[in-house]
């Protein structure tokens, strides 16, 4: 069988990734992968996965968290079809809200966009809907050659041609071989059912590809995952008073106070069953969903306004009446605002899909351990496959400081002090910048107060985006700085830091997250579902892998050199260590300061 790749050699670890994948699909066995930064794991991927579905009747779905991930994706499919010229077809998919082109709703956000397009739909009231009607794709080689360049072009060519561009691209996708797509688009249970209608593909002929797998479950609990808050039943009541609607939500608002009232007098949080919103709002939940939405879209047109609260309370009664063991209701306060969340805590719902595929590629440069993710996916026999990094081993040095710990009962001044002194000492021996993420803001702040270098790009709770993207881009021109992040969040995951601009990263402490009753109702799911697994699932090794993810920040390519140091005692513990040194062969060298500085001088740096 000939082995389709796009480039004429591959990387150290690539050959056997992609023999491995190649034999687990040919047999329609799962396989999940743990593969470093740099092996090439979309082209392995791909190569291995198409090489079997082209000649075996198999559409293949790559998927993926981000739509910044589409275009390597795309990029592999076209230099595999040019190398071979071969005739496949594949489509590029983005949500819906990215490709419409209606300027009278696609500034609309969230729920309230899906709702509006419906509803134009619906109601023939979309003109780039109707249009795409009369779309062939096979009588159009402009929009077929937009196709093989991804979703941005097939969006220019639509918008020209006054189309809907998601629309456009379903079509596309019906006759297409491999298909390009955001998770959500087959993860989602509410979305999944539609969209394999439209694109007239089944699951049991596919081969679904799982692009930075590790995220696959939290983005499934985040479908069912909603919070309701007083204020935001204020809102809803000036919508609906605004279009004069005589809906009353008075008594919803009435039913979160007294809720609050009753179980929050002694506790900052609480549990509520289902049955404790009133017997009326339950049993009447699918009129009253019906009149909300209805109510929120005549708000949006009339006010032009971009979401609605009316809206969100729809979504939030819809996931209320559909609640099972898998979530959990927790009541608190929230400044002024009572506030109602029900958390997934386990996809039970999104979960059979990994069942109804042909076979699955699970992939990551995190994915560990590997048991864990096959055990929550709820796959039998899926193969386990981890490889080594193809990058020189001599590029990094990681150490463990076990003089330190973070654990909340040893906090204090003085841990904090020397925790200042140690990160100083380290950017003193390092010709760089260097990173250094906390377990939370709290430790950042705390530590924070006794450094005394002003050079010190700080991330701080809550900042926006754009805040954070100036950070980096401040930070990245600097070749002497350091940075503060927390882990867990936009500095120290899913970022590449450019051109070697990170010389060191200091990992302080283990993130793992502060007990509330989420965590202990997550425990407790994963402990009867999994027995008796919940804390090393739900609480330590997500912990750990936020600290993998955080140290992985420094060497993106085989050019990079860094020094890790990993500052907690904890992460000498076994459990701890086995998963990190999975990722980071780490040492434990009594000076290792001294050895940071050996490490620099061997690299002819200093
Ligand atoms: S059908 Fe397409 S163009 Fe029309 S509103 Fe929906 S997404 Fe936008």
Known sequence: MEQLFRFSKKRPYQSDMVNDIYDAVSRGNDILINAPTGIGKTDASIGAVLSYALHNNKTVFFLTPKISQHKIAIDSLRGIKQKFKLDFKYADIVGKQNMCINEKVNSIEGESFYSACEHLIKNSKCPFFSKVKLFKPEDDATMLDAADLGHNSVFEESYNQGM????????????????????????????????????????????????????????????????LSTNGILRAMRELQSIGNAMDLGYLKFALDSLAKKKLEKLDEAFVAKDELPPDILQNANAIISQLENAALEYIEQSKAKRSATMHIAKFLNEWIQQGESTASIISRFGSSVKLSLTCLYPERAIPIFGEAHANVFMSATLLPLKMYSDLFGLEDAKLKSYGSPFPSSNKLAIIDADITTKYQERSVEQYKRIAEKIIRIKDSTPGNIAVFFPSFAVLDSTFRYMHDSDIYIQRREMKNIAVESIIKEFQKSDNSMLFGVMGGSLSEGIDYENNSIKGIVIVGIPLTKPDLELNARIEYINRRFSGKGSEYAYTIPAIIRAIQAAGRAVRSENDKAVIVLMDRRYKWSMYKSIVSNSIPVSEPIDYIGEIKRFWRMQGVK
């Open 164 to 227: 809907c561009a998601y629309e456009v691209s379903a079509k596309l996708a019906k006759n297409a071989d491999v298909i390009v797509a955001g998770y959500s688009h087959l993860l989602n249970p509410y979305l999944k059912q539609a969209f394999l209608k439209k694109i007239a593909h089944s699951l049991d002929d596919s081969i679904l590809i799982w692009d930075e797998a590790h995220n696959v479950l939290n983005a499934a609990n985040s479908y069912f995952s909603v919070t």
